[in-house]
């Protein structure tokens, strides 16, 4: 078996394979040191299969970003498939999780028989998986087969990564994993689809054709913006968060694709620019994503429930959670200065110093990617006010929430480190930055030295800092200009009698939470704004005491799942309707088999005799 595939398998070692190293043992540290509170109360059967998964599916992540062989990153990437599998569907007994466990699986493989089909087309070419050679050898493959290479590596890791319309079962899969996994699936698993698009596409295969980088360009500005509008219908607090890893894996991809049409253009600095902030994006939302899942463990360990309509009031009773939570809702929607503001930044630049430097129709394609990043920055910061308003502030919408508690100790300390690290990878850009280009650089490949002076000039600008933008010095006006605010209203209030009076209640005689602001409410403006795809509809039930007079009156309003209503489901019908029609031809009839088995040899013969 070793001579037939050629197998000489080693573990890398270069600049790209170190980077995502460190970003999976990043947050899988934390995740680790998370679960020891999560999973208490846990049968010993039940822990011991958490904790013995999870070390496999760490374990597999770190190989499938190292192996130096294609047949070897296969074996890797399907282990940590099967044991991510095993782990949505940790709670057995739920038939959501099943269900979900099933819709993930089916869709993972179907990426990885197009990865396959794509490995062996180059093993086929270059009679080897080892990945110097395949890199080789694709120099002389023809243009249709790198085209064909490219589209098949796209939809295998862009069905990992959960791209549109690939993403189907990422809203599925993530909440149903315990929280912990959850944290690991969105924050680096779904990265290592990331890994595989720059080894195998920009690395070992070499961009071929603009329309390469163009169609990234595009499915990553759907990607942002379905996924962030998605989010914002959401209610189910850790599914709004798996939206949000579809539009922040389309935010990577902006980054990756302006890198790959920079490289058409014969712009090395720019392409390794726009692939470093994509880089950097990448592990700032690992960072911050891991965080949010970890929050929302919490509240979920603590209330039972992930409904959002039904928390509220829960940052006086679980503050460590809620201002975690709060710097990981201001890090993902891009507020200086935290590491998301960073990286989103650093991408908008890469599309204006492309608006410069481009010509022609570049210019306008530049521009309205630059415009969907902004808009989808200021979607993503309306739904975080009210993911954070609606769950931790105003009062408790029931029991649950009025009892809660602080979560352990150890769930605390691994929300704690990641919120240190969003501030940490926002205040410490400028020599983090420079390590990622030297990252992107090792791919780019091209003939400038990673610290020579024009690339060193572009990147980091006269000042010495990431495009002349000093994060310190942006905290240090922020810290400023809060301090003067302070002070204007102390002295504007000094020696005034301060009054105190209940919250005006529009003239009801008590408040309840019956009276607070929804989560459905809040989302009305979006949903009426984006009804063109939404497709949103209502049911209304009212019984009356009489004419004039409504008892009760029952009001539901809905979207329309557009990609699994007009995607999904007739593929999936029309793969049933195929079945059925299989099984009339199998009717367990031994003669019709031999029927078969002969009707088939005579057609080989007559074939044969023709050609």
């Known amino acids: 078996m070793t001579r037939l595939f050629n197998l000489n398998i080693s573990f890398l070692r270069d600049p790209l394979s170190l980077f995502f190293v460190f970003t999976i043992l990043l947050i899988s540290l934390p995740s680790a040191v998370y679960s020891v509170g999560y999973l208490k109360g846990q049968t010993a059967r039940k822990i011991f299969y958490g904790w013995s998964m999870f070390l496999v599916f760490v374990a597999s992540m770190l190989c499938v970003v190292t192996v130096n062989n294609a047949f070897a990153f296969l074996i890797a990437w399907e282990i940590m498939s099967l044991v991510s599998y095993f782990l949505v569907i940790f709670d057995n007994r739920s038939e959501r999780a099943v269900n979900a466990g099933i819709i993930y699986l089916v869709m993972t493989h179907v ?49 990992k990564a959960g791209i549109v319309p690939l993403h189907i079962w990422l809203p599925y899969a993530h909440p149903q994993a315990p929280s912990h996994i959850s944290s690991l699936m969105s924050g680096v698993m779904i990265k290592t689809a990331i890994y595989g698009i720059v080894r195998f596409i920009i690395f070992i295969l070499g961009v071929n054709a603009f329309w390469w980088g163009n169609l990234v360009l595009i499915l990553a500005v759907f990607s942002c913006l379905i996924g962030v509008i998605y989010a914002l219908m959401e209610h189910d607090l850790k599914k709004l968060l798996a939206y949000h890893s579809v539009e922040n894996i389309g935010i990577i991809l902006l980054g990756v694709g302006a890198s790959m049409v920079f490289l058409k253009l014969n712009m ?193 600008g006269p000042s010495g800092n990431v495009l002349s933008l000093s994060m310190p010095l942006v905290t240090i006006v922020l810290l400023a200009i809060m301090a003067i605010a302070a002070l204007l209203v102390f002295a504007l209030s000094c020696g005034r009698t301060v009054k105190k009076c209940g919250t005006w209640d529009c003239g009801y005689y008590a408040l309840t939470s019956r009276n607070e602001y929804t989560a459905t409410a809040f989302s009305k403006p979006f949903r009426i704004a984006f009804s063109f795809f939404l497709l949103p509809y209502r049911k209304t039930e009212k019984i009356r005491e009489s004419f004039y007079h409504v008892r009760h009156f029952k009001y539901e309003t809905h979207t329309t799942p557009v990609f699994k209503k007009y995607v999904y489901i007739p593929i999936v019908t029309l793969i049933l309707t195929i079945a059925r029609f299989m099984r009339k031809i199998q009717p367990g009839s031994i003669h019709l088999y031999i029927a078969y088995i002969f009707a088939t040899i005579v057609t080989l013969i007559v074939f044969m005799k023709v050609f």
């Open 268 to 460: 090395p600095l720019l392409s390794v620019f726009a692939l470093a902030a994509g880089l950097y994006h990448l592990i700032n939302h690992a960072i911050f994503k891991g965080l949010l899942f970890l929050c929302a463990g919490s509240v979920y360990n603590a209330t039972g429930t992930r409904d959002m309509e039904k928390l509220g009031g829960l940052i006086k009773k679980m503050p460590v959670t809620a201002f975690c939570f709060l710097l990981g809702a201001m890090a993902i929607s891009a507020l200086p200065p935290l590491n998301g503001f960073v990286s989103e930044w650093l991408t908008l630049q890469a599309f204006f110093a492309g608006l410069l430097n481009a010509t022609g129709g570049f210019k306008i394609f530049f521009a309205l990617c630059a415009a969907a990043l902004a808009l989808t920055g200021g979607l993503a910061a309306a739904c975080f006010v009210k993911a954070f308003g609606i769950t931790f502030l105003a009062m408790p919408r029931s029991i649950k929430a009025q009892e809660v508690r602080e979560t352990a100790f150890s769930m605390k300390a691994g929300m704690i480190f990641l919120s240190v690290l969003t501030v940490v990878f926002g205040l410490a850009a400028a020599p983090i930055f420079k390590i990622i280009a030297a990252v992107a650089q090792s791919v780019i490949s091209s003939e400038i030295p990673v610290m020579d002076s024009s690339l060193h000039d572009f990147m980091l």
């Open 111 to 159: 990426g990885t028989a197009f990865i396959i089909a794509a490995f062996l087309i180059m093993y086929a070419h270059a009679g080897s998986f080892n990945f110097s050679i395949l890199r080789a050898a694709c120099q002389t493959f023809p243009p249709h087969t790198k085209n064909l290479l490219f589209l098949f590596l796209l939809i295998g890791f862009g069905t």
